[in-house]
DNA sequence: TTACGATGTATGCGGTGTTCACATTAGGCC
DNA sequence: GGCCTAATGTGAACACCGCATACATCGTAA
């Protein structure tokens, strides 16, 4: 009986699964999110989860999903509509800083395949599929909405997992910072480059 | 004794067990790239592979070296020297390609810290990443090929990890080509879109 | 009040990574 | 050739994991 003072039903064990999670994800890494361990945080059987989520990865894309609706809260925060390049740069350090600051959550957003099964998740990334597709329509109204937010998102996200993955340098968030916007700048001056060739 | 035919000493059991790890990533994905599994595959007890590896990452990591070394044979084969836009649209067009028919391997190549430890590791992405800079340098004479290279990089290894993640369309190859082309292009065109907002 | 459905528990199975003491063998040295 | 040592492989054991199954407890609605 794990429950020393406790009543004998939990109240929210689902919720309560969920933050020991995000609170294991953070301490360990991915490694240490175990169904066990977070039965055991959340002071209750190891098979007490299993009322609230059908398996391991149900846990998983609870947590993803949850992720993705901070990093749209987060990216909606550095600017709600960004319609400049010079805003569009910032919510790409947003994103990346994101992804920094919490790498596990971010490699659990994106490390398997989403599956169709959980609608949790897929609806939490539409949303930022939406949102990315707004700031185009936004800063570039001429434009193939749809290719060039695939562009905007991938560069970004590109940058976000080379920067996690110690391909780029992290050693202060203002570098970091700097090479995103660098990154983004480049978006509008490599043709420069190009036509330079050409000419 | 699992060797039934054999002799007590494997012979080289090291790369046997990097051939196996491959074998299994391929069939199970990383879930079932377990060292008992390799041991088994391999035709050897579950604690022999410890004599080559340190533990279980460090054959993850030979693992994720091996898949660096083929990436950057299969970006030369696509091309050895790109220097306009069609040859890098090509080379990013492979990049993708080779991560889609090895989703496996390249969540492996990329999906923990690239440990300091593994120089083999390092070695390997440093090559890529010169590869991608002779690129740019070829291709972009007059521009900063420090940032523009993380730029293309990020662009292309963005896009790859959206498709792998079912984020964008993957039903056939030829979709996911043209997408990346078209993604590549918008390098070159969005400013256009761009000053013509601002004209 | 009582019966039932929801929630949590206890137990057990097969799998995993890793350690440790031990067995076997290849290859250098006399 | 014969021996010794270091390299290599084995086996048993520990702690952990996901998950299934049978059982205990409890809120609630009839």
Redesign the pocket.
Known sequence: ???AGG????????A?CLRAARELLEEDGSA?????????RA?????????????????VSAVAAQGYRELAEHLAAAHPSPTTPDELAAVAVAYVRFALERPALFRVMFAEPCDPNSEERVAATTAISEYVRGMVRGAFPGADVEALSTTVWALVHGLAFLHLDGKLDTSTPDVVADQVRTAVQALFTAPAALSQTRA
Chains 1, 2 share one sequence.
């Open positions: 009986m794990p429950q009543t004998y039903h939990h109240g929210d064990l689902r309560a240490g999110l175990s169904l066990r361990a977070v039965a055991r002071g209750v059987s190891a098979t007490a989860p299993y009322r609230h989520y059908a398996d391991r990865d149900a846990l």
